[in-house]
C-alpha cells in the first residue's frame, strides 16, 4: 500500500517537475572546444528533415565525403566522417588498423597521446610508449629510435594538435621519416583539421581522425576519418573482426559505395551541419583559414605574453587554435575561469587530468579566431585577474 502511495508521489513529482522551455545563455566558446558553431552551420539544422535511406540525402553524403577529402587533402583511400566523437575516431584507428598482440609506438606528451595507449591497450595492443614533459613534443628522433628497437611495430601513433598541452607535433617530417616503412602513422587531428596545415597525401598519413567541433566550426558529434590505400589493404587481409559500429568497410558500405547498405540511423540534422560548415571551409580556402587561425593564436600569445604570462607550450611548436597559459603562482585558475564565465560569458578551459600543471587554455577555433575574439578573451582575464586583490601581489 504504501509503496502504491510512493509511487503516486513520484508521478505527481514528474508531472510537477516539467522544466521551463530551453534557453541556454549566450556564451563564447573560447575553450579547447566545442567553440561557437558556424551560423550557416547551426542554421541548415533548421532544413528539412530527410530519411537516412532517402536517395537524395546519399547525394549530400557523397558531397560531404568529397568536401572532407578536400579539407584532409586526402584524395585516394577512404574518407567519412563517424557518427561519433573524436574519441571514437581514437578508437576506430586503433580498431581497424591494429588486431590483438599486435605492436604500436605511441607518442605521448599530454592527455590524448595517453588516451591512444588507453584505448590501444584495451584492444590488446602492445604499446611502446615514447614520452616527453608536457608542454613538449615527442621528438621524432626518439620515435624513429624506438622504432629501430621494435621494427615488428605496425603502427606509430602521435597527436598532431595536442590540445591539453598546446603543441604541434611535426607530422610531416614524421610521416616523410616513415615513408618507406610497412608502419603505418595514425594522427590526432582533432584540433588540427580545418585550422592547422594539414595534408593527408604529401605527409603519408595512414589514418586520420578529428572532429566537427573545433576548427570546423559545426556542433559535436561526428568525426571525420580518411584511411590511405595501405592502411585499407591492412584493414582487408585483418584476421579478427572489427567492433561492428566502428567497421570501417562497412561503413564505406553505406557512406560512399552505391547502392546504399544500411548500417545505422545517420544524424541527419548533424550531417547538414558538417556539409554547411565544410563548404563554410572551402568558400574561405584552406590555406587563408589556416592564416586566420594563425593570426589570432598569434595575436593571444603575444598579448598574453606581453601581459606577463608564461605559455606552457615550447615557442617553436605553439599551437595556433589553443595556447596553454601557466595559472601565476597565488592565483585560483578555477576560480578564474569561473568568474570570466559569470561576469564576461567567456568559456576558457583549465587543464586535462591529473598530470596537467595549473593552466588555463584558450582556444580561438572555427568562427572565434578572429583578432577581435582574441583581444576580448584577454581584456576579460585581464579584468577579472585585476579585480582580484590576491593578483595584484602575485603578478
Ligand atoms: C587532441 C584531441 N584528441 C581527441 C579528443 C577527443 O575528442 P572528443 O571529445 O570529441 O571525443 C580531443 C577532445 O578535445 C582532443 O582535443
Not at 566523437?85 to 576506430?92: H, I
Amino acid at each position: 500500500m504504501l509503496l502504491q502511495r510512493e509511487c503516486l508521489d513520484y508521478v505527481a513529482a514528474m508531472t510537477l517537475a516539467v522544466p521551463s522551455e530551453l534557453r541556454p545563455p549566450q556564451r563564447l566558446l573560447c575553450g579547447p572546444g566545442p567553440t561557437n558553431v558556424e551560423p550557416r552551420a547551426l542554421a541548415a539544422m533548421q532544413q528539412p528533415m530527410l530519411g537516412h535511406l532517402d536517395p537524395d540525402f546519399h547525394d549530400l553524403l557523397l558531397e560531404v565525403v568529397a568536401m572532407l577529402r578536400a579539407a584532409y587533402r586526402a584524395s585516394a583511400g577512404l574518407v567519412l566522417p563517424l557518427q561519433a566523437t573524436g574519441t571514437s575516431g581514437m578508437e576506430a584507428g586503433i580498431a581497424n588498423l591494429l588486431e590483438p598482440g599486435d605492436t604500436a609506438i605511441v607518442g605521448v606528451s599530454g592527455f590524448f597521446g595517453r588516451r591512444i595507449v588507453e584505448i590501444a591497450r584495451r584492444h590488446d595492443v602492445h604499446v611502446v610508449e615514447v614520452e616527453a614533459d608536457w608542454g613538449e613534443h615527442v621528438p621524432n628522433a626518439s620515435i624513429l629510435d624506438a622504432l629501430e628497437r621494435h621494427p615488428d611495430a605496425r603502427l606509430v601513433a602521435v597527436v598532431h594538435a595536442e590540445t591539453s598541452t598546446g603543441v604541434e607535433h611535426p607530422l610531416a617530417e614524421l610521416g616523410s621519416a616513415l615513408r618507406d616503412r610497412d608502419t603505418l602513422l595514425l594522427a590526432d587531428c582533432v584540433t588540427s583539421l580545418g585550422g592547422v596545415e594539414l595534408d593527408f597525401d604529401a605527409w603519408g598519413i595512414d589514418f586520420a581522425y578529428s572532429c566537427t567541433q573545433k576548427c570546423l566550426g559545426a556542433p559535436p558529434g561526428m568525426s571525420p576519418v580518411a584511411v590511405s590505400e595501405r592502411a585499407l589493404e591492412r584493414l582487408r587481409a585483418r584476421q579478427s573482426p572489427v567492433p561492428f559500429s566502428l567497421d570501417l568497410l562497412l561503413l564505406e558500405r553505406y557512406w560512399v559505395q552505391r547502392p546504399v547498405v544500411y548500417h545505422h540511423t545517420a544524424p541527419i540534422l548533424h550531417i547538414y551541419a558538417l556539409h554547411e560548415a565544410l563548404r563554410a571551409v572551402l568558400d574561405e580556402g584552406l590555406q587563408q583559414r589556416w592564416e586566420r587561425h594563425a593570426a589570432a593564436g598569434g595575436l593571444v600569445q603575444k598579448r598574453l605574453r606581453d601581459d606577463g604570462f608564461e605559455l606552457l607550450a615550447d615557442p617553436d611548436y605553439q599551437l595556433a587554435p589553443l595556447t596553454a597559459v601557466r595559472v601565476p603562482e597565488g592565483i585560483d585558475g578555477k576560480s578564474t575561469q569561473a568568474r570570466m564565465l559569470r561576469e564576461h560569458g567567456i568559456e576558457i578551459g583549465g587543464g586535462l587530468g591529473p598530470a596537467a600543471p595549473p593552466m588555463w587554455r584558450i582556444g580561438l577555433m572555427g568562427p572565434n579566431a578572429t583578432p577581435e575574439t582574441a583581444e576580448r578573451v584577454v581584456s576579460a582575464l585581464d579584468a577579472v585577474l585585476s579585480a582580484d586583490p590576491a593578483v595584484a601581489a602575485a603578478r
